[in-house]
């Protein structure tokens, strides 16, 4: 099969398109035809070797880690009826950058119908994400939110669910041609966080969705009344928002550090879904590139030129 290879970390010139032997699903899992594969901004900074999170392999390995396609076979102890259906999935963290993938079949999500595959993966993570961060915020009907980076994948999502919730949605994004993305989307105002003052611009909130961190997430934290509450979800500037507990209490506001069971989990993603399939949220899709052109993908990703979701378009020859 084609895939494409993370031969090293550092700039995206380490992933290197190749060939992989076809993975054989085995006991639990099934195997996936891969026809689009997502790709997060954590991802680039896992494949330069740094990122939020820890590593547990090691070079070379083939990355990705969320697919949608088609069940083509099923290993030992999986219902033989899945194959044929339109899924999407995590692959465990590796994997995911190829014509074929072998996943846990309990982890499989079957597309629903009305919802296409593209937009189903580019749910799959940041739809999770983005439900997540809503409930935990607590957002009630009339409260003012702010949501950083809103021209992203979860923060587009954001924008989404916070005004379908009451709120009103003030959108911050980095440049002016960002800024117009959640405005079509339905937020009431938006702001680029890039322009100097541009809090002064936005004036208090209840809640704050931090995708960005660093100097934008502690400007945003000065915006909080007192019982508001501040959600991280991202550091697009390349560091977690600088605010500890105290400052939060001394404030009157809570920094609110999401958590899930494995099942609450799945069942976010599951809302996600059947949402975007009833016409309620919808993915934005910003950019694809071919399997070969994963590189590419991560040099965009990191110029910060990117809006909404990038995915991978990956064709199995027949």
């Known amino acids: 099969m084609r895939a494409v290879w993370l031969t090293g970390f550092g700039g995206p010139e380490v992933l290197v398109p190749g060939e992989a032997p076809d993975p054989v699903p085995g006991e639990g899992r099934a195997l996936v035809a891969v026809e689009f594969a997502n790709i997060t901004f954590v991802e680039t900074q896992t494949r330069a070797g740094g990122g939020p999170f820890p590593?547990?392999?090691?070079?070379?390995?083939?990355?990705?880690?969320?697919?949608?396609?088609?069940?083509?076979?099923?290993?030992?102890?999986?219902?033989?009826?899945?194959?044929?259906?339109?899924?999407?999935?995590?692959?465990?963290?590796?994997?995911?950058?190829?014509?074929?993938?072998?996943?846990?079949a309990a982890g499989l999500f079957e597309v629903p119908d009305g919802l296409a595959l593209d937009d189903a993966v580019a749910l799959l993570a940041d739809g999770r994400t983005a439900t997540m961060m809503l409930r935990a915020a607590r957002v009630r009907p009339g409260e003012r939110v702010l949501?950083?980076?809103?021209?992203?994948?979860?923060?587009?999502?954001?924008?989404?669910?916070?005004?379908?919730?009451?709120?009103?949605?003030?959108?911050?994004?980095?440049?002016?041609r960002k800024a117009e993305v959640p405005s079509r989307l339905g937020a009431d105002e938006a702001v680029d966080y890039r322009e100097p003052g541009w809090a002064k611009d936005v004036g208090e909130v209840d809640v704050v969705f931090d995708g960005v961190g660093g100097d934008v997430a502690r400007e945003a934290f000065t915006l909080l009344r007192r019982g508001g509450r501040m959600v991280g979800f991202g550091m697009a500037s390349g560091e977690w928002?600088?605010?500890?507990?105290?400052?939060?209490?001394?404030?009157g506001v809570?920094?609110?550090?999401?958590?899930?069971?494995?099942?609450?989990?799945?069942?976010?993603?599951?809302?996600?879904?059947?949402?975007?399939?009833?016409?309620?949220?919808?993915?934005?899709?910003?950019?694809?590139f071919p399997l070969d052109g994963a590189a590419d993908?991560?040099?965009?990703?990191?110029?910060?030129?990117?809006?909404?979701?990038?995915?991978?378009?990956?064709?199995?020859?027949?």
């Open 55 to 104: 590593v547990r392999w090691e070079p070379p390995v083939i990355p990705g880690n969320g697919v949608g396609g088609v069940v083509s076979a099923v290993g030992p102890g999986v219902d033989g009826r899945l194959v044929g259906r339109r899924v999407v999935s995590g692959t465990g963290g590796t994997g995911g950058y190829a014509e074929l993938a072998a996943v846990d």
């Open 147 to 176: 949501v950083e980076a809103a021209a992203g994948g979860v923060g587009t999502l954001l924008v989404q669910l916070a005004k379908a919730a009451g709120a009103t949605v003030v959108a911050a994004a980095g440049g002016e």
């Open 254 to 288: 809570a920094l609110v550090r999401p958590s899930a069971a494995p099942e609450e989990l799945r069942e976010f993603t599951r809302s996600a879904l059947g949402e975007a399939a009833a016409g309620r949220l919808r993915s934005v899709i910003g950019q694809r």
């Open 241 to 251: 928002a600088a605010v500890s507990e105290e400052e939060a209490i001394a404030r």
């Open 297 to 318: 993908a991560h040099r965009a990703i990191e110029s910060r030129s990117t809006v909404g979701k990038t995915l991978l378009e990956v064709r199995r020859p027949s």
